[in-house]
Antibody
Framework: EVQLVQSGAEVKKPGESLKISCKGS????????IGWVRQMPGKGLEWMGI????????RYSPSFQGQVTISADKSISTAYLQWSSLKASDTAMYYC??????????WGQGTLVTVSS | EIVLTQSPATLSLSPGERATLSCRAS??????LAWYQQKPGQAPRLLIY???NRATGIPARFSGSGSGTDFTLTISSLEPEDFAVYYC???????????FGQGTRLEIK
């Protein structure tokens, strides 16, 4: 069974750093792109970027380029999304999802990130 | 950059009725369009891929159609569990981007 399991909710202060994770299982982790999607409270889905764990080829949405870093450790089938300096506007639910062809067929359960002083 | 525009923003219908949701692309995406359903507190779920193919386990009352710039998601007879938010999505290989529509909220009338 394909599963993407994300790390737990985080509460951080502005200016702090954060790295959240997404662990894949039940399939060949290195053979599929993994994407990250942001959903701000009460809003729609925003694509942040994708990574191919096989060679760490990474593509970012122009809206998120330079704001976050996407990485992967194929030895432990885990993708990451990290911030070096969080802002209150980073408060959102973050989803990882497996990209099959042109669409996301499996999704993680989401990681809620709250940034507040 | 391709923009996806969904209409209507909100659709109010009763169980048993037919729902028709629209997604329009700012330029042709061929048939590379997907639809997702998202219920409160849940991750999105893939319903339709390549414009008209139902994903695994999706009931036959869900169907997708269209190509080029105009796409439709149809729910033939609404069940109570179908009231949710629906998003369309496309992916381009070059530039490598993914775009979501802004969503259509399907609510009980």
């Amino acid at each position: 069974e394909v599963q993407l399991v994300q790390s737990g909710a985080e509460v951080k202060k502005p200016g702090e750093s954060l790295k959240i994770s997404c662990k894949g299982s039940g399939y060949s982790f290195t053979s599929y792109w993994i994407g990250w999607v942001r959903q701000m409270p009460g809003k729609g889905l925003e694509w942040m970027g994708i990574i191919y764990p096989g060679d760490s080829d990474t593509r970012y949405s122009p809206s998120f380029q330079g704001q976050v870093t996407i990485s992967a450790d194929k030895s432990i089938s885990t993708a990451y999304l990290q911030w070096s300096s969080l802002k209150a506007s980073d408060t959102a639910m973050y989803y990882c999802a497996r990209l099959l062809g042109m669409d996301f067929d499996y999704w993680g359960q989401g990681t809620l990130v709250t940034v507040s002083s | 950059e391709i923009v996806l525009t969904q209409s209507p923003a909100t659709l109010s219908l009763s169980p048993g009725e037919r729902a028709t949701l629209s997604c329009r692309a700012s330029q042709s995406v061929s048939s590379y369009l997907a639809w997702y359903q998202q219920k409160p507190g849940q991750a999105p779920r893939l319903l339709i891929y390549d414009a008209s193919n139902r994903a695994t386990g999706i009931p036959a009352r869900f169907s997708g159609s269209g190509s080029g710039t105009d796409f439709t998601l149809t729910i033939s007879s609404l069940e109570p569990e179908d009231f949710a938010v629906y998003y369309c999505q496309q992916r381009s290989n070059w530039p490598p981007t993914v775009t979501f529509g802004q969503g259509t909220r399907l609510e009980i009338k």
